[in-house]
């Protein structure tokens, strides 16, 4: 519970941060703007953020009969969790990771590519799919989804607020209605991005430490997934896939590649931290 109210929470505040760059850029017209413009966005991402996603990662249907192992794990762990069946898509390429998407767990979808396939052992494999059916039924899925979406449109509307600030710049900053004058809004442009990357770091982290602990427990042991996290993130040190940052969130591995200081903008915690907690869950049972 302590997690879904620090979610709500931060998602409160990108919402507040769009309203407010909105200001900077037209005052309170801005505001009303942006704020339509960001449930705009939060609608389409709703409804199709599960297609758009699996598109873009080429991700096919797969049938039980070409992927019968990986259907039976499937169908235990949705058993176990009390959750409809997802749809079961396959990511063509050989760097082992995996995702799952849609908005709620009746629109469902987990997509595992052909290297995770290859190098995980079923007890791997199943921890990895039990973590990425916990995203599915704590709506994960969704909530990052919609925090993705607003860091975009905040990110979009700082750039106009840029633009804006440059090309705005006789205004006066005390007129009616205005969003706090050129200063207000350029200082706006470069803190507001800035402050979305941090909050849907915050977001992203939670849930992948919560999914952690409930896709062992889902599993039933916790030792499964922390040797696939090792194998994975081996793997993706040495041949990084070829994915958005603006969807690596949704990786159970982040796909990029940051080591030194860029692993502080991870939108994973650290590998190592999610290895010690499992283990520190096996030696508690």
């Known amino acids: 519970m302590g997690n879904l109210f620090k979610t709500a929470v931060l998602l409160a505040a990108l919402t507040s941060l769009v309203v407010l760059i909105g200001q900077a850029i037209g005052g309170q017209q801005g505001m009303l703007i942006a704020f339509i413009l960001a449930v705009a966005m939060n609608f389409g991402s709703y409804w199709f953020s599960d297609r758009i996603v699996l598109a873009m990662y080429?991700?096919?249907?797969?049938?039980?009969?070409?992927?019968?192992?990986l259907y039976r794990i499937v169908r235990q762990l949705t058993t176990r969790?009390?959750?409809?069946?997802?749809?079961?898509y396959l990511i063509p390429g050989d760097t082992p990771n995996a995702f799952a998407t849609g908005r709620s767990p009746q629109h469902a979808a987990v997509a595992v590519t052909e290297g995770i396939m290859r190098m995980l052992d079923?007890?791997?494999?199943e921890g990895v799919l039990a973590h990425e059916l916990s995203h599915v039924k704590?709506?994960?899925?969704?909530?990052?989804?919609?925090?993705?979406?607003?860091?975009?449109?905040?990110?979009y509307l700082a750039h106009m607020a840029q633009w804006a600030a440059i090309f705005g710049g006789g205004r006066r900053d005390d007129e009616e209605g205005s969003g706090g004058g050129v200063f207000?809004?350029?200082?706006?442009?470069?803190?507001?991005?800035?402050?979305?990357?941090?909050i849907q770091l915050a977001i992203s982290r939670a849930r992948e430490f919560q999914a952690d602990a409930s896709?062992?427990?889902?599993?039933?042991?916790?030792?499964?997934l922390a040797k696939a996290l090792e194998k994975l993130e081996m793997a993706s040190r040495m041949a990084p896939m070829d994915a958005t940052p603006?969807?690596?969130?949704?990786?159970?591995?982040?796909p990029l590649r940051g080591e030194g200081l860029a692993t502080l903008f991870s939108t994973h915690p650290p590998i190592q931290e999610r290895i010690a907690r499992l283990r520190a869950m096996a030696t508690r049972s």
Request: net charge negative.
């Open 138 to 155: 704590n709506r994960d899925t969704l909530t990052m989804t919609i925090a993705a979406t607003m860091a975009g449109v905040i990110t």
């Open 58 to 69: 080429r991700a096919q249907p797969i049938e039980e009969a070409q992927a019968p192992d």
């Open 81 to 88: 969790a009390g959750i409809p069946m997802p749809r079961v």
């Open 122 to 125: 079923d007890e791997e494999l």
């Open 246 to 254: 603006a969807t690596a969130h949704l990786f159970i591995v982040n």
């Open 215 to 224: 896709g062992a427990q889902l599993a039933g042991r916790p030792w499964g």
């Open 184 to 198: 207000g809004a350029l200082l706006m442009a470069v803190l507001a991005p800035i402050a979305a990357m941090l």
